[in-house]
């Protein structure tokens, strides 16, 4: 008898259960301070850029940083929607788009929109300019100078064992699937299991090499002389030169992949003008080349390039000849049944 | 006031003191028993493009989770775990054992001292233990500057710093259990076994050992279970050679955009410890 009744009465706690989320709703207010939510990776920004905008629009920015594109995807798909403004790779454009997380910019409303140098308008990854592209760099390879004997010139010094223990690769489906398939030759358009196959054996093979995969703690490991080898990409490697000068990039000769990091405006932003005014302000051409400066990326911005160190602006490394520009691809969009293979054999690296 | 407190206690109504169990039980509701349940339903799902889920349930993820590719990860961090139990066992007991006979007014503070570093931020103390065990890091400068090495070795990422940083970790909830059973004894019945003629390694033995059994179950169970579980560890201090069941999780939900499947294994860890608690209950009534 008393157990049922103290069933019964656990059921009437369990009915007001639900009534929870209701009375929380009741608390939230509506947001009407002027603030705009920026979503950006890390070290990706000049010092003085969000005071600067804050002082002149009146607007303060809530900045919130990420190190890795997948996880920042994770969290933006699981509906963390306090964010306004985002900074998503290329690649990842598509999948944002497909699964309605952003909103396009409408970029004939922003005054500096010319200032993009016309290489980086309409680009096949997003031809209908939903984003605005912001920094492109290079993935290439980091070395430590006083402690290799030899230059690195090629992806397969990070498979040579005689550098065991010493490398890092990038802790990315995206680039270290891709540059597996460079050396094999297989175009990223495959479908064929076979050419995957010979993928996951070659980033195996690799593996009890590596000494972290990593995409940004490695950065401290090679200032610190943990690692001597990494892939890398090339505006972090240039910042933690400045910690370590023996610290080097090099763009490998097999040629490697540019990518374009782009604005995206979340669906959902309830601060849409204040959000446009930064994207602007971040396109104005002194704004633009004093993040490159700072970040040691390139900028899109061809009005902000002439703004860009001496030393910079001729490393071909940052702004590569037309030549090596040749040598330079951008990465193929995948669709969802390609993404799930290069995930899965992704997942099978890092498990086995 | 008081009518209402004294009928709230019981009192003549004694089902009146189950409202005492609301907020408690919203809470467990809430935050354990809904999300559990989605849990379950989601490890039922379906992984569609680009991480989408698509509601057609099935048993796939579980079918998938017992592929003989992850065992290695299973035997790994099963590995770690037991071994960390085994250490911090090794460790704590002394530990404890000194901190209930011995310490006399030493004991709150030795107390406080064990609990500092578990009040401060897992991932601070990792970054610490960074700096300590890297190539260029104070341990290895000091092994150079008294000559035990010639050269840096490799401490950082290796099986040993992720061992090193879950027994730090992992002590506390260890010394703790051990503490409370061993101070629960009386006294009394020690000096009996010496009143008896036992020399103290055989009072030891005889009757403070089996007396503090309960706390070396308990500390094992509460340093075991989470260790199962833990992904940070392995994150930070572990190379890519020690990819535990944590990782092969949280991977899921943040790398690989399968979370009905980071689900399936959730559920499936979930169940072997419920079932393992469940069964030490059973064992523990009994005896």
Not at chain 1, 283 to 306: D, H, Q, W
Not at chain 2, 224 to 248: H, K, Q, S, W
Request: net charge positive.
């Amino acid at each position: 008898m008393m157990t049922d009744a103290t069933r019964r009465d656990f059921l009437k706690i369990a009915v007001l259960a639900p009534l929870m989320p209701a009375l929380m709703a009741a608390c939230r207010r509506a947001d009407t301070r002027r603030v705009v939510n920026f979503y950006n990776w890390s070290n990706y920004i000049g010092k003085d850029t969000l005071p600067e905008f804050t002082r002149r629009a009146g607007v303060s920015v809530r900045y919130d940083l990420f190190a890795d594109e997948e996880e920042m995807f994770a969290k933006i798909r699981a509906g963390a929607r306090g964010y306004d403004l985002v900074v998503i790779g290329d690649y990842l454009i598509p999948r944002f788009k497909s699964l309605n997380l952003i909103d396009a910019v409408p970029s004939g409303t922003l005054k500096n929109m010319g200032n993009l140098a016309p290489r980086f308008r309409r680009p096949s990854y997003d031809p209908d300019e939903t984003t605005i592209p912001y920094l492109w760099g290079t993935t290439g390879i980091a070395y430590n100078r006083r402690k290799l004997a030899k230059q690195p010139s090629s992806w397969w010094d990070l498979w040579d064992p005689k550098y065991k223990d010493r490398i890092s690769m990038l802790d990315n489906v995206r680039d270290c699937v891709a540059v597996a398939m460079q050396l094999l030759r297989i175009p990223q358009t495959t479908r064929d299991p076979e050419d995957f196959r010979k993928v996951r054996e070659l980033l195996l093979r690799q593996k009890p090499l590596v000494r972290q995969y990593s995409s940004s703690s490695y950065l401290n490991s090679l200032v610190a002389g943990e690692i001597d080898l990494a892939m890398t990409w090339s505006g972090d490697l240039f910042q933690a030169a400045r910690d370590n000068p023996d610290l080097d990039y090099v763009l490998p000769k097999e040629g490697t992949y540019m990518w374009v990091d782009c604005l995206a405006m979340l669906r959902g932003s309830r601060h849409r003008e204040d959000t446009l005014r930064l994207i602007d302000y971040l396109l104005e051409p002194e704004v633009a080349g004093s993040i490159s400066n700072s970040v040691r990326y390139a900028t899109p911005n061809a009005k902000a390039f002439p703004l860009v160190e001496k030393a910079l602006r001729r490393d071909p490394r940052v702004y590569p000849t037309p030549q090596t520009m040749g040598q330079l691809q951008l990465h193929h969009i995948l669709d969802p049944e390609q993404s799930e293979m290069w995930n899965q054999v992704w997942a099978d690296v890092k498990v086995s | 006031m008081d009518r209402a407190l004294s009928w709230l206690l019981g009192g003549r109504r004694p089902l009146a003191s189950h409202l005492l169990l609301a907020p408690a039980a919203a809470w467990m509701i809430v935050f354990l028993v809904l999300p559990a349940a989605g849990l379950l339903l989601l490890s039922l799902a379906k992984n569609g493009p680009y991480g989408e889920i698509l509601w057609t349930l099935s048993l796939n993820n579980y079918r998938r989770a017992f592929d003989p590719k992850y065992l290695p990860v299973l035997l790994r961090t099963l590995g770690f775990a037991g071994g960390t139990t085994l250490l911090t066992l090794l460790l704590g007991y002394p530990l404890a054992y000194f901190l209930s006979f011995r310490a006399g007014r030493w004991r709150n503070a030795m107390l406080i001292g064990l609990m500092v570093p578990f009040w401060t931020s897992a991932l601070v103390a990792f970054y610490s233990w960074m700096i300590i065990l890297g190539k260029e890091g104070l341990l290895n400068a000091a092994l150079l500057r008294f000559g035990f090495i010639s050269a840096p070795i490799s401490i950082l990422y290796t099986s040993f710093s992720v061992l090193l940083g879950l027994v730090y970790f992992y002590l506390p909830f260890m010394v703790l259990p051990l503490y409370g059973s061993l101070e629960k004894i009386p006294r009394q019945y020690v000096e009996a076994a010496y009143d008896l003629g036992a020399d103290r390694w055989t009072a030891f033995r005889k009757v403070t050992l089996p007396l503090s059994l309960p706390g070396v179950i308990a500390g094992s169970l509460l340093t075991f279970v989470p260790c199962l579980g833990d992904f940070l560890t392995a994150e930070i201090l572990g190379g890519p050679r020690y990819y535990l069941l944590g990782n092969l999780i949280s991977n899921q939900f943040l790398m690989a955009q399968d979370w009905p499947f980071g689900a399936a294994l959730t559920c499936l860890l979930l169940t072997c410890l419920v079932g393992g608690l469940w069964l030490y209950r059973r064992w523990d009534d009994q005896a």
